[in-house]
């Protein structure tokens, strides 16, 4: 049971690039979520997934798309990478009635 | 709005006990939890409460909730190198367990 993991670990991005983060769970969780953690600001929810097929926004959306086409991934995109951007991304997962989220290990993206 | 307020550092000395303070403002909140965050990892829920509790205790980590002055406290006791992290206090109200963290509180425990 690897629980929550995600991938990349680490990416260097030029401004302007796209890339994607895959995020995949292995406990059947319902619900998935895409964070960033930047220093002082603690946690902002990027956007959340309630089922497979289904997508909404969180606190900071912009910049960012998700897709959620299989119920054990969870996918974000940056189709133009900004400084703005350069951020460490959490992805979580939980199962509705649940009071945990569970958390990946995080990505760590920079963008110059 | 949502928002979950707690300070930026703790420092104490190892077998002291620690204590970490946190307000929100939501009065509706359902759950509320303290997540441990150790270097380079992701969150790990370390305890939660829920709203209609005052008090939680488990080994060495006593929760207390003030719902009339939305104050939540994390009190570690005997506290050990291994327990230096950042601590997040945070919230939610059930529905899709959408969470709002606070910016985390980074203890330091000297030997």
């Known amino acids: 049971n690897a629980g929550v993991t995600q991938t990349p670990k680490f990416r260097v991005l030029k401004t302007g690039q796209s890339m994607t983060l895959l995020c995949a769970q292995d406990?059947?969780?319902?619900?998935m979520y895409w964070y960033r953690q930047d220093p002082g600001m603690g946690l902002r929810l990027i956007h959340y997934s309630v089922g497979e097929g289904t997508t909404a926004k969180g606190e900071v959306p912009d910049g960012y798309n998700v897709s959620r086409l299989k119920k054990q991934n969870f996918l974000l995109g940056l189709e133009s990478a900004a400084p703005s951007q350069t951020s460490v991304y959490f992805c979580?997962?939980?199962?509705?009635?649940?009071?945990?989220?569970?958390f990946g290990p995080g990505t760590r993206l920079t963008v110059t | 709005g949502e928002d979950v307020e707690q300070s930026l550092f703790l420092s104490v000395r190892e077998g002291d006990s620690s204590v970490i303070n946190c307000t929100y403002t939501?009065?509706?909140?359902?759950?509320l939890y303290w997540y441990k965050q150790e270097p380079g990892a992701g969150l790990q829920l370390l305890t939660y409460?829920?709203?209609?509790?005052d008090m939680k205790q488990d080994q060495r980590l006593t929760v207390l909730l003030n719902k009339k002055d939305k104050h939540l406290s994390l009190r570690i006791a005997d506290t050990q190198t291994g327990d230096s992290a950042i601590y997040f206090c945070a919230e939610s109200k059930g529905g899709y367990q959408k969470v709002t963290f606070g910016i985390g509180t980074k203890l330091q425990v000297i030997p």
């Open positions: 979580a997962s939980t199962h509705p009635g649940s009071y945990e989220q569970y």
């Open positions: 939501d009065s509706s909140s359902t759950y």
């Open positions: 409460i829920f709203s209609n509790m």
């Open positions: 406990m059947n969780h319902e619900y």
